[in-house]
Structure formats: structure tokens, C-alpha cells
């Protein structure tokens, strides 16, 4: 043995370790390890998506850097195989701390360094390589328990692998972020990653360890568990400080939803003006100092003709409602939104309770929690006003809703004189990604009639006005003069600068998702 307790010789010439329980404890090993592997890719996915948007490119940049890493992490460990046992745990430790820490050190590279996606590419690699290194060196003691031929012997390490693969990518969705949270899920995946190398070589391998290197590695996983634990107790703190970073207003209600990050700030103008904003993963949503501006030249000009029956796709904060339920003569308004979070705020919390006029609690109001696109493809009731108040297309999931197949099932559900209306984001500041969906909207076979309005939190925004009218007008029918419009106003909402009219674009379908690209490169 050479100093320190590790045999110099390779792993097949040092004492095998019989019986058959070695075995099934290396296999067990192997599975939860892929378990704990998956689990820190699809933290890492996730994050990316909720914090930057587009899923798509978030999960390419993470799974090939980190897959690519996977193979130099083998390679690397190959050198290694003789100290199969004491690498294997250093691996392990490693693997605890980094991926354990990763959600945290990502968030805080975002909230306050502004270094996303240098710090995504540099975990990926890190991880990537570690968990590498794992197969080479546990192959490795699997020959040292029973020699195998290498084909048997990579069979069964990947079958484990493979299976404990399942494990993750399961308890991450139904268990791990729904319970714990991001931060935290990693963290305890961490502590996992730690016991399951500790185990197997302190138990099985202990042999190959001297009493100094079992005391360093004891030493060094106290230390990597008291920065575990720590970070989970303080993981609220860490994580309100961070998100109140990414804020101008203090934060009065967060809550992570099934679907979405839903944050509401709020604050005082010098004059006592209460500021109100909603955020949905980051995006603003409204601000209650100029919201009105928005959904009084959303809403009025689609209901100025037909409204006994109203289809308000999305506007789950209820402003929308608002302005529907102005009207004594619409009968009915079907409201579809995906999340029932989004809803349950709207109806019960004061700050928007105020602002939406307690909406939802009027009985002509019926709403349905549902993904809108699905919604719809089932829908056979006809409308006399749809109005479509969803978040911007900056997200894989979200794209879909800005397409021609969206657009073609929300035409089918109008009424032969009905008017649809689209958010369709700022001319000024992503005429692209505006021109996009007209153009989309136009595939439905609609006539479409842009214009746009200042509002002041968001800049010039823009919105969409669809019939099948060939020759479409703007014009208002509200039961009391609005705050923001009025005829001639709306009649100047229709004219464009030179530099921001139609730009000619493609139009954006399920299969290529132009919006999406548009979206993040303009979109702020």
C-alpha cells in the first residue's frame, strides 16, 4: 500500500470484496446516483426556463454541455481506476456540493451579477463531468466484487443507471419541486448524492482506505453537510433577498405555481399613489397606476359591436372582466386560464380585488381552468367577442398560443359578426415580433386592423383587432366615457410610424415558432 492507504496497483490486483450484498449495494449505489444526476439537469433546465424563458434553448445549452462533460469526465477518471474507491467518494462529495448548490449559485449569479448563462455553462460542466466519472470508477469495483465479462459487466451497470435515471426524472416534477422548491430539492438531492458514496465505500470498500484518508473524507463531509443544511434553513432567506434583487418594489405576495412564478410589489408614488404591479415569471404584467390605459383600448373597441356572449382567453388578474362587465348587456363571459393560482389571487386578495371590482364574483362570469390551446380544440359554443389577454411568447409552452393553429380554432369559435382582439406586445420596441403575430392572426382567414397606445409602464404597446369583416373599424360603444380613449384618440392608435410599419414577416405555426425567436431577442 502506498502512503495514505490506497493500493498503488490496479483495481483488479487488489483484495476482492465477496459475497453477494457488495453487489446489490453497488447497483443500488449506481441507481440512485443517475437518480441524483438527472435531478441536477432538470434543476438546471427548469430554472432557465423560469428565469430567462424559452425552455427550448435552455435545454440545449444545459443537456449538451453537460452530456459533452460526461465523456471528458470519464476519460479523466480513467487514470484514477486504481484509487477506484477513495475517487469514487471524492467524486460523490463533489457532486453533493456543486449540485447540491447549483439553483442557488445560478439564482444568485442572475440576481445579482448578471452572469446566467456563463455560470449555467460553467455547473453543466462541472456536474457533467463529475457525474462521468462516476461510471469508469464504479465499474471499477464492480469487477473488484465479481469479474464480469465487459459486456455482462456494462449491462448491468447501465441497466441500473438507466432505471435510477426513471427515479429522477420522475421525483423532480411530482415530488422534489412541488414540496420542496427548487433551492431546497437540490439541496436534499445533494445530501442523498453524499450518503449513497459514503455508504458504499466506508461500508464495502473500507479496506482501500486508510485511517488518515477516512479521517480527511470524514472531516470534509461534515464540512460539505454543514454547508448543506445551512443553505437549506436559510433557503427562504437567500431566496427572498434574491427575488426582492430583481425588483424596484418591495415584494408583498410570491407563490411558485404548478405553472408559473406569480409576484405581486407594491409602492408608494411621493404624491401617495399606490403602485401595484404584477409580475408573472418576471414579466410585467400591469402596473395599477396606468393599467386602465391597457385594457380600456383592449376591450372597448372588440366590444363596440355583438357582446352578449364574451370568450376572454387568458386575464386571469380579472381587468379584462372589468371592463366586459361594464356593458348590462353582455349576458355571459367564459374566462379561460391556465393557472388556478392566478384565478383564486384575483378573487380573494385586496390590492386586486380593488382593482378588478371584485369581477370574478359577478354571476354572469364562468371561469375554466384550463390550457387554453387544448380548451379550445373541444370548444363549440359561438362568441360574439374573444378577447385573447395572454403573457408574452417568450416561452416554449406560451409560443404556442401565438400560432396560425391557435388563431385558426379561436376563428372557429366566432360568431359570424363577432370581433376578436390580441395582445400582440410594442411595435416600438419588437415590430418585428408584432408584425409576426398579425401575420399569423391574418392565416385564420381574419381581417386584421392594428393600432396601438401609450401605456406609460410598458411604452407603445400594441394590440390586434380581427373580423371577418373585409373592411374593419375602430370605433367604441361604452355604456360611460372611458379614461384613456376616446373616438379620435382611437382613430390616431391606428397610424404607424413609417419605421415601425408592417415589416413583412412570416407567420409563426406549431412546428416553427417564429414568435418565440422574435420574442427573445427583442422582448424586454
Known amino acids: ?10 483495481g483488479l490486483q487488489q483484495p476482492g470484496v465477496p459475497g453477494r450484498f457488495p453487489r446489490i449495494a453497488l447497483l ?22 423560469y428565469l430567462i ?21 470519464a476519460l479523466v477518471a480513467k487514470p484514477l481506476r486504481h484509487l477506484a474507491a477513495p475517487a469514487f467518494l471524492a467524486v460523490e462529495i463533489a457532486l453533493a456540493l456543486v449540485g447540491g448548490l447549483s439553483v442557488l449559485g445560478l439564482y444568485a449569479a442572475y440576481a445579482w451579477l448578471n452572469l446566467y448563462t456563463a455560470a449555467l455553462v460553467v455547473a453543466s460542466c462541472v456536474i457533467g463531468a463529475l457525474v462521468g466519472a462516476e461510471i469508469p470508477l464504479l465499474m471499477e469495483l464492480l469487477q473488484r466484487i465479481r469479474k464480469q465479462e465487459a459486456g455482462s459487466a456494462v449491462a448491468d451497470l447501465f441497466a441500473a443507471d438507466y432505471v435510477g435515471a426513471l427515479l429522477g426524472g420522475l421525483a423532480f416534477p411530482f415530488l422534489l419541486l412541488p414540496v420542496f422548491g427548487q433551492i431546497r430539492g437540490s439541496l436534499i438531492v445533494g445530501v442523498v448524492n453524499a450518503l449513497a458514496g459514503l455508504a458504499l465505500v466506508f ?8 485511517h488518515l484518508v477516512k479521517a480527511t473524507f470524514g472531516m470534509v463531509t461534515l464540512l460539505v453537510a454543514g454547508v448543506l443544511i445551512g443553505s437549506y434553513i436559510y433557503a427562504d432567506r437567500f431566496e427572498a433577498t434574491a427575488q426582492q434583487a430583481l425588483f424596484a418594489a418591495p415584494i408583498v405576495w410570491q407563490h411558485q405555481t404548478e405553472y408559473q412564478k406569480i409576484v405581486l410589489t407594491e409602492s408608494a408614488s411621493p404624491f401617495g399613489t399606490r403602485d401595484t404591479r404584477l409580475f408573472l415569471n418576471g414579466d410585467l404584467q400591469f402596473s395599477s397606476v396606468d393599467e386602465y390605459r391597457y385594457h380600456e383600448a383592449m376591450v372597448h373597441p372588440a366590444l363596440a359591436g355583438n357582446r352578449e356572449n364574451v370568450l376572454v382567453i387568458g386575464g386571469g388578474d380579472g381587468l379584462a372582466l372589468r371592463e366586459i362587465l361594464k356593458y348590462p348587456d353582455v349576458r355571459t363571459v367564459t374566462l379561460v386560464e391556465l393557472d388556478p393560482v392566478m384565478i383564486e389571487l384575483a378573487r380573494t386578495d385586496p390590492r386586486l380585488t380593488e382593482l378588478n371590482r371584485n369581477s370574478f364574483a359577478d354571476p354572469r362570469v364562468r371561469t375554466v381552468t384550463a390550457d387554453a390551446f387544448t380548451w379550445l380544440r373541444t370548444a363549440h359554443q359561438e362568441y360574439d367577442a374573444v378577447i385573447v389577454d395572454l403573457p408574452d411568447p417568450d416561452q416554449t409552452s406560451i409560443a404556442k398560443l401565438y400560432s396560425a393553429e391557435f388563431y385558426a380554432m379561436a376563428a372557429r369559435v366566432l360568431a359570424p359578426e363577432a370581433t376578436m382582439v390580441v395582445q400582440a406586445g410594442s411595435p416600438f ?8 403575430i398579425a401575420a399569423t392572426v391574418r ?14 409602464s410598458f411604452g407603445d404597446w400594441g394590440f390586434l383587432l380581427a373580423t371577418r369583416d373585409p373592411d374593419p373599424e375602430l370605433r367604441l360603444d361604452p355604456p360611460a366615457p372611458l379614461r384613456s380613449i376616446d ?26 415558432p417564429v414568435i418565440l425567436d422574435l420574442a427573445r431577442k427583442e422582448w424586454v
Open 487 to 512: 373616438q379620435t384618440s382611437l382613430q390616431a392608435a391606428k397610424v404607424f410610424a413609417p419605421d415601425r410599419r408592417d415589416t413583412g414577416e412570416q407567420p409563426s405555426t406549431l412546428m416553427h
Open 429 to 436: 420596441f419588437a415590430p418585428h415580433s408584432y408584425w409576426c
Open 53 to 73: 424563458g424559452d425552455t427550448a434553448t435552455q435545454a440545449s445549452i444545459t443537456l449538451s454541455v453537460m452530456v459533452c462533460a460526461m465523456g471528458i469526465g
Open 203 to 210: 461500508i464495502w470498500f473500507r479496506a482501500d482506505l486508510s
Open 443 to 456: 392565416t385564420s382567414g381574419l381581417t386584421v386592423l392594428p393600432y396601438h397606445v401609450d401605456v406609460p
Open 28 to 49: 443500488i449505489t449506481v441507481f440512485i446516483c443517475a437518480a441524483c444526476g438527472l435531478v441536477y439537469e432538470l434543476s438546471l433546465v427548469t430554472l432557465g426556463s
Open 1 to 10: 500500500m502506498e502512503p495514505g492507504g490506497v493500493a498503488a496497483d490496479s
